[in-house]
């Protein structure tokens, strides 16, 4: 790197002569304490200047700040190495230096780059293995025997180490060995009894071409504490709830030992707990929620207590932390609302509706489902097989009360502790209007009716006397529909213009003109049944039909007198008083016989041809007295009447 472009500017200007200056230092990691980097001279009249190392990176103490001194008036400056300095280029091979130089009132600050380079010829000891005092080890005198104490890294690679100095007993159990890749083992015998001893060891290192360097190693062997930490309890399974937040405590151990520490080694690293260092406390780290990570269900950890001052001297405890799963929700179904309508006829085993019930808690879980009934009690007609809802009885509406509202929960259970359950209503019912828990699922079952059968009636036959009045009541036409309700019957006659009407809501069959036994005997009727309000479609009807037969029977005081009065229909009357109709068409009377009473004798009051439809003119006879028996009242042809005694 170069150094920044207004300090070049700056030197332009006030160096006088400029010997060896370069922004870029190349320098041999053989270098010692106070060599010179590099020097420089420059002129700074009138004024005195100043050259400052303001800081290196990365950071050390290798660099001394640089020197300035004149010379002949001229100024020059040093760079140097300070007596810390251990330059190894594969330590750092590259170094930046902050300088500021000041000449009057002119402030430049530049980056002064120094590269180390590697020397071939240079030892390849470094660090506190190649000072006089070695490197320092410490173990306890219970290590395994043939286990490595330390690794000596040395740059490069084909160096070959040899331990120099003697290991002769009894002061030695046994030689230390060191091979090709630095490690240091223990003597085949162990160090068993050795404690307090300190075991110094010269070791050569050789590389190539001749060139080797020499370094120590000290061995301290300690003694195993009389007060050894231990776990009093043995191996425990701990078993917590997983809606355990983080933070919260989970167990606390405790060893035996003098300045006790704590600390997890296995796993490494622990993502779901920790311990704390002085009170062996074990808490939660992280969510344990098992639906997000089943691999928290079951944790193997492994803690070592051991001596703050004696690391040593430690102790390992071995327990299980199991994550249990906490039922915090109840089941959730979908849809959360069953609503349905199905007709009376539906077959047994036909599928009402299904749902789909999972458990927030513990997904993919296996589910309970139990259909209990609250009204009626005994009900039956729904039943619940592998979570569908079906239909278990017939559905007839056909009776009283039978398509009433019928109430019944759906309870659905998980497997967790304790069991969450999630109550459904089932309703049947004509309604949607009804209540239910906040935990509940309702079930809403429509059941429709169907008009499955056509109403019918029984032949009857009805006997009326020729001189009934109008509206007389002959009977009734009795009809039976097997739909409920049963009596939504409507009654009509089919055809013809016979002088009977029947009554559309009872089926009572009224007269409504004069009956003339000689000129009909009898009539059949052929009555209509239609029925309504059974089925769930208001348009859809059944009907059927019945014939009945009306019989017209004589009046016994009536006497035919067409044989004494040709041209005449008379009835005799009897003594007393007799109000009549004499129904005919509109004409003049004719004048009837002298031996007869006259029409004349009557007041010939017109009546509303509408009430009766058969005839044109309603004439009103009476009050009429006959004096005997003998008398007759005698009519034109064509003329029908109505006497009423």
Known sequence: MVLLRPLALLLALVVSELYCLSWFIDVSESQGPGATLQSFSFNCSPYIPTLELLHVQPPTTFFNPPSLTRWQGTYVGKMTLSSSARLDALTVNHYELQLRFTCGNQVTEGRLSVNVQRDPNRDQCAGRFASPAGEIIQVRETVTPRTPLYTLLLPGQGAQMNITSAQDPPYFPGPFSIDGQGQLWAPSQGLKGQAQKVFQLQILVTFGQGRSCRGMLTVKVLPVSSSQVSFPQQAQNITIPENLVPGSKVAQVHARGFDVRYEIVSPVPCRLFSIARVDGVVRTTAPLELAQAPDAAVTRLRVKAFERLRPWDSAELDFQVDVQSVNRWPPRCLPA??????????????????????????????????????????????????????VNDTLDCDAPGACLQHTASILVLDSGQPPMTRQGRANQASSLTFKWLPAEVPVLVMVTPVNEFSPTCVSRTFRVREDARPHTLLGSVMGTDLDYPHDSIEYSISGGSAPFAVDSLNGEVHLLGPLDYEMQKSYRLTVLLTDHSQDQDPTCHRSGSCTITIE?????????????????????????????????PRMETPQAPSSVMSLHHFDGRAQDSREFPFFQTILHLGPLSLQTSSQYLCLPPDIHYLLFP
Request: aromatic letters at 6%; glycine letters at 10%; hydrophobic letters at 30%.
């Open 337 to 390: 609302l069953l609503a349905t309508q199905i007709p009376e006829t539906t077959p047994v085993g036909t599928f009402v509706n299904t749902f789909t019930c999972t458990d927030p808690d513990s997904p993919g879980s296996t589910l309970d489902y139990q259909l209990l009934f609250h009204s009626p009690a005994s009900a039956s007609s729904l039943c619940l097989r592998d979570g569908v809802l079906e």
């Open 552 to 584: 017209v029977e004589v009046d016994p005081g009536a006497t035919d007198i067409k044989q004494t009065h040709p041209g005449f229909t008379a009835k005799q009357g009897t003594k007393g008083s007799i109000e009549g109709f004499v129904e005919a």
